[in-house]
Every structure is written in C-alpha cells, then in structure tokens.
C-alpha cells in the first residue's frame, strides 16, 4: 500500500469540506472527474477511455468479466499457483459453475535454473480449450514478471479470453493491452497508483461492450446527465465499458484523490519510476545474495517489487519483526519477504535494510 501524496489528501480533504454543504453540489460535479481520470488512465495502459469503467476492487470488476465469460465445452481455465486470493476464487467460482477443468500452473522452485520457464509454462498449458487465462501481470509475492505478450499471443491463437490483474505493475511498469492482446486489465489505485482506498480502474475490450453488468446503476445509462429525465428509465447503456462502472462512481472524495494521484504518477512517468526502483532493487539483490537470499531471475523479475526467500529456515515473520524493532518495514507473502520501494525511498534505504538484514540473519 503506497503512501498518499499531500496534494491527494488536500484533494480528499476539500471533497469531505464540500459535502459539509450539499448545495455546492451541482449535477455537474456528478460527471466532473470520471473522463479525465479514464483518459490518464488510458494513456499508462494504451486504452480508449470509453472501455474503462471506475470500480471499488479487482473482485468487483473481475466478477462483470466472468459473467460474461462463455465457457467451452468441455473447456478448462487457467491461473498461477499462489495467485491472489480475489481471482482464485473468482476463477474458481466461476469454473464450477460451467463445468470448466481448473489448471492451476505450479512454478518451478524458486532458485531454480528452470524458474524462468513459468511463463512458457502457462503457454504450454493454453490449448483449444482454454476458455480463459486469468494471472497477475507480476507475482504478488515474489515479483515474477510474466510474459504478457508471449501468453496473450496465446491466448489470441486458441480464442481464450485474457483476463490480467495489474494491481502490482500499473503504474511502475509500462503496459500495453493492445499489443499484449489482454482482453481485462484490472488495477486498484492504493498500490502503484499512489490513491485511495477503494477505488480503481477496469479495462474492458470491445467484447464486453453488449455484456450484462452485476448491477444496474443510474448513472450508466445514456441519459444519466439529463436530471430531468432520469425517469423516463432509458434502456441504453453509457457506450463501451461503461455499464461496468460501480454505482455511486462519483465520488466526491474519492475521485479527486485519484485524480491528484495519476497526474504525479503521469508526470514522473511509470518507465522513470521502474527505472529508479530498479536501480534500488538491484543494490538490494547484490547484497541479499551475499547473504545467502534468493530471488527470482534476472530475466523474469520486476524492478519495483522483489521477493526474497531467506537462508537456512529462518522464519519470514521473526525476520519481518527483527526489521520493525530497527523502524525498516517489509511484507512477508507467504514464505516470501517482500520489498518494494517507490521515489521516496534513496541508496540509503536499501543500505539501511543490508545493514539490518545482516545482523538479523548472521544472529539466526
């Protein structure tokens, strides 16, 4: 979870100010915010803005997808062991109600000179079949990144839907989904986005445009700008991704921390800023190896979020609190120690982090 910016709680703090005094609400600041935050967001991912729809979490918009997902007959899914808890289970629910095989692709073990082959694993695994392949464009806990374009080339091959959470990439890597053929991207604004809780961005392509949404909002319809004509209860839907957009999308506090939010993230640039962690993560890796920690490949790893696995069993929780006693905060993601710095943080961070590293593991 990233830190929020001044200016995105100066933002949230004059939205909470306003609604003190709902007659400085006017109809049009029900529609203010959302299309200059869909065309920001558009341009990290190469996106329309119209096939972006404002949503509360990656479970929300990952379940308009799957029901509109057309299963295979005799069809199978596809996902990443150890894949985020929201799709996992938003994949699985949805494979058992089809009747759809669930493949869940093991990795090879990390450390491994075959580590680098989960990606062609999931290739491998795609066939005929597959109806759709749903991962992470960067492993939650470790940082692996996969092969987008090789997996929806793929996927584009056997007529599979490719449906990508990029909470953990988007805005920290570049990312095109067009050229990576992914068909859903989803990214919450808390992480790499540098917003607030509960609230995020979907990208759906144009073969959602005709879907059925999980909730029937006021504000999606073509009229929803007319105040007067609410009422007449048109049928239309907002064009493009539209329908998707959670109810209650204009939020007054919400949306203009967003907005503050993209607009640094726009101007430092996401390439900047993976080049710049990247710089920090590799000094990280230099020392962590002589410690004996393990990361993922070179080729196959993020530059803003690494995961480690430490020597000889010691234990990632202890670890975690041997760090916090010298003020050093880390994540620990299953049998990983997870770090991720931002433009905050400087080579003193990570040399403050070996330094403690070192004592914690050489006293184990």
């Avoid at 967001?41 to 996106?47: H, K, L």
């Avoid at 909002?217 to 991704?241: C, D, H, I, K």
């Avoid at 993020?302 to 929780?317: A, E, K, R, T, Y």
């Amino acid at each position: 979870m990233s830190p929020l910016m001044d200016s995105v709680v100066m933002a949230g703090t004059d939205g909470v100010k306003r609604k003190m005094d709902p007659s400085m609400v006017t109809p049009n600041d029900f529609f203010i915010y959302q299309g200059r935050i869909k065309e920001m967001f558009g341009s990290m991912i190469n996106a329309p803005a119209k096939q972006l729809a404002l949503i509360p979490s990656v479970s929300y918009a990952l379940s308009n997808a799957f029901q509109n997902i057309k299963p295979k007959k005799g069809g199978n899914a596809i996902t990443i062991a150890d894949e985020f808890p929201s799709d996992y289970f938003s994949l699985k629910k949805w494979a058992e109600l089809h009747g759809q095989e669930l493949r869940v692709i093991q990795p090879p073990p990390m450390g491994s000179s075959e580590r680098q082959d989960w990606s062609n694993q999931i290739i491998e695994a795609i066939d005929e079949r597959t109806a759709v392949v749903n991962i992470s464009s960067v492993h939650w806990m470790t940082g692996f990144s996969y092969n987008l374009k090789a997996i929806g080339q793929k996927c584009r091959e056997n007529k599979a839907l490719f449906v990508v959470d990029g909470t953990q990439s988007v805005g920290a890597l570049s990312i095109d989904v067009r050229d990576c053929n992914i068909n859903v991207l989803i990214s919450v604004a808390y992480k790499w986005l540098m917003g607030p809780y509960s609230i995020g961005l979907a990208y759906y392509s144009e073969l959602f445009d005709d879907g059925s949404p999980i909730e029937e909002s006021w504000m999606n319809r073509s009229n929803a700008q007319n105040f007067s004509r609410l009422s007449e209860y048109e049928t239309e839907y907002v064009p493009g991704a539209g329908r998707y957009e959670v109810g209650e999308s204009a939020n007054f506090i919400l949306l203009p921390m967003l907005d503050q939010a993209l607009r640094q993230v726009l101007a430092w640039g996401p390439g900047e800023i993976s080049e710049y962690c990247g710089s920090l993560t590799d000094r990280l890796i230099q020392g962590g190896e002589k410690l004996g920690c393990i990361f993922e490949p070179k080729d196959c790893r993020s530059p803003h979020l690494i995961g480690m696995q430490l020597p000889g069993g010691i234990d990632p929780v202890a670890f975690k609190q041997n760090l916090e006693r010298e003020k050093v905060f880390i994540s620990v993601r299953g049998n990983s120690v997870r770090v991720s710095p931002h433009l905050y943080n400087d080579e003193k961070d990570m040399d403050a982090l070996l330094r403690v590293m070192k004592v914690s593991i050489e006293g184990s």
